[in-house]
């Protein structure tokens, strides 16, 4: 009996966290999206977005930037950068030819 | 007389002269024009001959300058190279990492044995390196150590009673190995992995460190999990278009957890007789330290995740989501299975907004209390302050952290938490933390509040 309203307790407190979790990332998804399209720098003109090719350099900003802040690429020489690269393609699990873009960048910046 | 001798000459010169014009033409007449005609061939293909071995030697010459270019650009090369390979054989060891300092002083709810509810000191040293090896453009070797400073600890009897006591003494170090791994790059979509591996259950173990963390301490419900286990790993992305958009997966084997006394029970006692968990989630690598084999279990856990990664307006804006899990058995004899699942989620929203969390939840049989239900929740946002554009030297260097955490442990002990907090970037790698936390829990060792603060570099 016990184990039974242990067991309800418990999947009750889990229903809830998961909700409350969900309702979070929703939240949060949804000022995401206010605050983008707030954000003057992301407005495109009436025959919508030019859809390009990133660079290096911006490859660089969109993986590296959102687990740590910016590493200046003359911080390391090239055949650290290499290395260094090799390390995170693993460890962020990146894209091989976005990696090699991102490593392109930082030699061609790198600390001799 | 000299006179006679020289018309003597001229007269005899004169006379042959007239004998040659005389017999002349009878002489040419004598070459035949075929004679004539063979000779001229003779001579004209005297002349092409000549003609050709000039060419030769011209070509020969315009040979032998290239092959000396050749000969010295290969020379440049091969010096170049051998350069190239003295340099890079340095360079292809290289080391990361982060190293920490830490301050704490924490209020507990009741009163402790000498009546003071405050503590305070600095509670740890750590330096923690990463050792990079690249053999090859496809070959890593990495390993991850833990060298922390640890307080000793003495044992006594107080004088004039029996009471024992125990006191911090001296201080000791503990060198432990986070992860130690082979990274094997297959292909663009492929990587293998294999050793003692950071395990992909959310994201926080992968990133961790002091320096990313934002926070002096680690989330609630982490200890639910198993951050690193030996074993093997496939990993990869595959992108989506060319917005920096894409799908992450890792799939692995790995000894999982384990059973202190090697029975299913949910409790056992340690070697003071004190009651604690039964359920070991550490590195389980089946070699003693004796040398000797230890149980395996009857197979290895298996586990994964996928992520789904999503920029939508380039740098700064992006949310990552991922599902991942592990399953297996953790009693010796194999008739007990360990299970976690974890959704994690990250959120930038320019450049200084970011919001991340985890739910966990595990669940493991037991023989003596049934299915034990462990799970915990965290959410963490934090905002920079330069997006204000203040403009103003020390404020904009400083992140706002906020955090809450809950965590239930299955077995009747259940912590909530929040905290705040700051980072101030002194430089880009040099932060220093500080969060309070109030703390709700049924556990009286449970501070009630804490203040940490914490220098934190990353390398």
Redesign the interface.
């Known amino acids: 009996m016990t184990n039974m309203k242990t067991s309800r307790f418990f999947r009750t407190s889990f229903t809830r966290a998961t909700a409350r979790f969900a309702l979070a990332v929703i939240l949060a998804g949804g000022f995401a999206a206010t605050l983008a399209a707030a954000d003057p720098t992301a407005a495109t003109d009436k025959t919508g977005p030019v859809k390009k090719k990133l660079t290096g350099a911006e490859l660089y900003v969109i993986h590296c930037n959102r687990c740590h802040q910016e590493r200046y690429p003359t911080e390391f020489n090239s055949a650290q950068w290499q290395t260094l690269m090799t390390h995170m393609r693993v460890r962020a699990n990146l894209p091989a030819k976005q990696a090699k873009e991102v490593l392109k960048y930082m030699k061609e910046e790198a600390g001799k | 007389m000299k006179i006679n001798f020289s018309s003597r000459r001229l007269g005899t010169a004169a006379a042959s002269c007239v004998l040659g014009l005389a017999f002349a033409p009878h002489t040419s007449a004598a070459v035949s024009d075929e004679d004539f005609n063979t000779l001229k061939d003779m001579v004209q293909k005297l002349q092409q001959s000549h003609e050709q071995d000039q060419q030769q030697i011209q070509k020969l010459q315009t040979q032998l300058g290239d092959t000396q270019t050749q000969v010295q650009k290969t020379d440049a090369t091969v010096q170049a190279q051998s350069t190239s390979a003295i ?2 054989a340095l ?4 080391m ?1 990492g982060d190293a920490e300092i830490q301050f704490a002083k924490t209020l507990r709810g009741a009163d402790d044995s000498n009546g003071n509810p405050h503590r305070s000191g600095f509670l740890l040293a750590d330096f923690a390196p ?1 050792f ?3 053999a090859n ?1 496809n070959i ?1 070797f ?1 390993a991850g150590f833990d060298i922390m400073l640890n307080n000793g600890q003495a044992n006594g009897t107080l004088l004039n009673s029996e009471t024992s006591y125990t006191h911090d003494s001296g201080s000791s170090t503990s060198v432990s190995v986070s992860f130690a791994q082979l ?1 094997y ?1 297959i ?3 492929i ?1 293998f ?1 294999g050793g003692y591996m950071l395990l992909p259950l959310g994201t926080y173990s ?2 961790s460190a002091g ?2 963390n934002k926070m002096p301490d680690g989330p609630l419900g982490r200890e639910f999990l198993p951050g690193a286990g030996a074993g093997v790993q496939l ?5 989506i278009g ?3 958009q ?1 799908l ?3 799939v692995y084997g790995a000894n999982g957890p384990s059973s202190v006394d090697g029975s299913g029970n949910a409790y056992t006692l340690d070697s003071n007789g004190n009651q604690i968990h039964n359920l070991d989630l550490g590195g389980n690598v089946g070699l003693m330290s004796d040398g000797s084999i230890g149980n395996m279990h009857t197979a290895p856990s298996g586990g994964g995740r996928l ?1 789904w990664f999503i ?11 991922g599902v991942s899990g592990q399953t297996g058995v953790w009693d010796d004899a194999g008739n007990h299975y360990w299970t976690a699942g974890v ?1 994690d ?7 200084s ?1 970011e ?1 991340k ?1 985890e ?1 966990i ?1 595990s669940w493991y049989n037991t023989v003596d209390v ?2 034990v ?1 462990p ?1 915990a ?1 965290w ?1 963490q946002a934090g905002y920079k302050l330069a997006g204000l554009n203040l403009d103003l030297p020390v404020i904009s260097d400083i992140e706002l952290v906020g955090r809450f955490d ?1 965590e ?1 442990d ?1 077995l009747g002990t259940h912590i909530q938490r929040y905290t705040v907090g700051y980072v101030y ?1 002194l430089t ?2 040099l932060l220093f933390e500080g969060d309070y936390e109030w703390l709700h829990s049924n556990d009286a060792s449970v501070p009630a509040s804490q203040l940490i603060l914490q220098l934190s570099y ?1 390398f």
């Open positions: 340099r890079d360079h292809n060891f290289t990361v990463i990079l090896y690249r453009d890593l990495e990274d790059l292909n663009d979509y990587t992995v992968e990133r320096f990313l990993r990869g992305a595959i992108p060319d917005s920096g894409m992450t997966y890792a992520g920029p939508w307006g380039g740098a700064h804006q992006d949310l990552e989501i959704l989620a990250a959120l930038h929203v320019g450049p907004f919001l969390g739910f939840n049934g299915r239900h799970w929740v959410a809950k239930n299955g970037y880009n790698t990353g």
